[in-house]
C-alpha cells in the first residue's frame, strides 16, 4: 500500500502550485535518487539496485513511473533477455539544478565526516559549481552538460571508515 | 505505518551522498510544501491545515520533524490554550534555492491552465526571479527574503474555474 499510493491517487490534490506539481512527480521514495543516479552514469538496472540497495519490485516501478513522466528514456543494449539503458531526457536534465540546490543544502547542513562525498565541478574550466549551478571561477550559469562530478574528501574518508570497519 | 517510517529508520541507509541526506530531513510526504506554506506566510497550524487540506495528526508530526531538524523555530502567541507560530531558521531559509528550481520544472513541465499559479518577484525592482534565484532584471543573485510571491495569471484562471464549478 506505501507503494502504490502515488498511482492510484495524486498525494497533494488541490494544491495550486507547481511545487506540489513537481513533488507529484517526483516526490516518491527514491525518484530523485534514482534521476540522480542516472545523473551519474548508472545507466543499468543492476548498477541502480547495486548504487540504491532498493527492492527490484520497489525500482522497476519508479522506473517505469519516470519513462511514463517523460523524465527518463530507455535504449535497449542487449535481446534475448532484452536489457536497456536508461537516459535523462531534456526534461529529466532539466532536474539538474533542484539536484545542485540538494546537494549543497545536504553538504552543509548534514555534512558528513571528512567532507563533502561529491565535488560538482565545471567541466570547461574545472572550477567549483555553486548551489545555483553557477561556476564560481568563471561565472558561467551551467546545465547539467556543463559539469561533472568528482570524489570529494568526505568520500574518500567514509570509504576508509568503511573499509577498516570490514577488517575490523 | 507509512507515516511513520522516516522516523523509525533512515530512508536511505548506505547512500554516501548529500542529496539523500537532504531527501532524510525534507522528502518525507508534505514536508517540503510545509516549508513552502511558512514562506507563503502560513505560520499558524490552522492556516496550514486549511492551506494543506493534510491530517491534523500527519501536519502536528511533520511540523515537530521540522522543528526537530532545525528548520523551523516556533514562537507562541497565545496563553491558555497555548498557541504558536512557525517560522523558517537559516537552515529552512536556505531551502529556497530547492523551492525555487522545483516551481520554476513544475511550472514548465507540469502547466497549470492559465500559467503559472505564482510569480515570484525581486522586492527591490519587481523582476522576475529565475530557476536559479537570480533575478532577471537586474542581475542580482536572491536569498528568500529578497523575493516576493504574487498570483500568478494561473491562479486567477483557476480560482475562477472553482468558483465555476460550485455554482453549477
Redesign the interface.
Known amino acids: ?2 507503494e502504490d ?1 502515488t498511482v492510484l491517487h495524486r ?15 517526483i ?1 516518491e ?1 527514491w525518484s ?2 534514482i534521476v ?1 543516479d542516472v545523473f551519474n552514469g548508472n545507466r543499468r538496472f543492476g548498477e541502480m539496485q547495486s548504487s ?2 532498493v527492492a527490484r519490485n520497489v525500482l522497476s516501478a519508479r522506473l517505469q513511473r519516470l519513462l511514463d513522466e517523460d523524465i527518463l528514456e530507455r535504449r535497449q543494449y542487449q535481446e534475448s533477455p532484452a536489457r536497456y539503458e536508461y537516459f535523462l531526457t531534456a ?1 529529466g536534465l ?2 539538474w ?14 555534512p ?1 565526516p571528512g567532507g ?3 565535488l560538482i565541478r565545471h567541466k570547461v574550466c574545472g572550477g567549483h559549481v555553486s ?4 561556476c564560481e571561477a568563471c561565472g558561467e ?1 551551467l546545465t547539467a552538460r556543463d559539469a561533472i562530478q568528482v570524489p570529494g574528501p ?2 574518500a574518508a ?1 570509504l576508509a571508515a568503511a573499509a577498516a570497519g570490514e577488517s575490523a
Not at 498525494?11 to 512527480?25: G, H, K, M, R, T
Not at 533542484?98 to 552543509?108: E, P, S, V, Y
Not at 548551489?131 to 553557477?134: K, N, P
Open positions: 500500500m506505501c499510493h498525494d497533494y490534490p488541490n494544491q495550486l502550485c507547481s511545487i506540489a506539481n513537481s513533488l507529484e512527480v516526490g521514495r530523485l535518487l540522480r540504491l540497495g526534461k532539466d532536474l539544478p533542484t539536484l545542485i540546490a540538494l546537494l549543497n543544502w545536504g553538504d552543509r547542513y548534514s558528513t563533502p562525498p561529491k548551489e545555483r549551478g553557477v550559469t568526505g568520500r567514509a
